[in-house]
């Protein structure tokens, strides 16, 4: 199988960080795909962009390099890592929790390394953007080869001083969060589907969607909200041709509630 590397990060489109990651990638390991994943995380937002690595590692084939970058500590006492999937698949970037939930959906950590020692980084050597200078050279030699074992000092744990919230089951209710606004305005909600009952009501906001679910977008008319499993699994919150972040005024964070009703 061709080597594979799925990259997201914070740093946005309008400047030539992400430029720079691939280029330092392809220095290295010129035969690589790079598959962007997505760099538009809230900047130094590591909760949205652990939910949103958690959510789409599964699509990717077993044993792809995945590079994060995250990094709000970048340059500090903060370690650079790389850690090994039970699937096989391989993450590389800071250990500041931002690779934990999606280890844990590919079967949890098998091997992790402390890669900061000096013969790890390129040719250039900064205190801020170790995404190009540490963790791409990293994911490249991953990438076409080079065993954990060889990067650095094995480590028995990565930091876990947070993690994704969890929805609170009380009852016939279920009290979520929204972790995530996409670019239509869908407000992704952390509730999986397997915690949904047949037949529901949403609250969010000042506004509730008083029969759920919904199958599809066209369930309602245009411009009404919807609650539906969204992609990755979880309760969304939507609207048929509108912005449900807008029509709710909610945004990331905002409660979600969930009510049995039958």
């Not at 929790?97 to 390394?113: C, D, I, Q, R, T």
Request: charged fraction near 15%.
């Amino acid at each position: 199988m061709a080597a594979l590397i799925s990259l997201l990060t914070d740093f946005g489109l309008s400047d030539t960080y992400v430029g720079q990651v691939k280029g330092a990638i392809a220095a290295v390991a010129p035969g690589v795909t790079v598959v962007d994943l997505t760099h538009d995380v809230p900047a130094q937002d590591v909760r949205t962009g652990a939910f949103l690595l958690m959510t789409s590692v599964e699509v990717f084939p077993a044993g792809t390099v995945h590079l994060a970058v995250v990094d709000p500590g970048v340059g500090s006492l903060r370690r650079a890592i790389a850690a090994k999937a039970a699937r096989g698949d391989v993450f590389v970037g800071p250990d500041n929790s931002l690779l934990v939930p999606a280890l844990a959906k590919l079967g949890g950590m098998v091997e992790a390394v402390d890669i900061s020692a000096d013969r790890n980084w390129g040719p250039l050597r900064s205190t801020t953007f170790h995404g190009r200078d540490l963790f791409a050279p990293v994911a490249a030699r991953i990438a076409t080869g080079a065993a954990l074992a060889e990067l650095g000092p094995h480590l028995e744990a990565l930091d876990t001083s947070w993690a994704l919230p969890e929805p609170a089951v009380e009852g016939d209710r279920i009290c979520g969060e929204i972790l995530h606004v996409d670019t239509y305005g869908n407000l992704v909600t952390n509730i999986p589907h397997t915690l949904l009952p047949a037949r529901f009501s949403v609250t969010v906001g000042e506004a509730q969607i008083p029969d759920a679910p919904q199958s599809h977008y066209a369930s309602v008319r245009p411009g009404e909200l919807l609650a539906v499993t969204g992609s990755a699994g979880y309760l969304e919150i939507s609207a048929r041709e509108a912005s449900a972040s807008l029509l709710t005024q909610s945004r990331r964070g905002d409660p979600v509630i969930v009510q049995r009703t039958a």
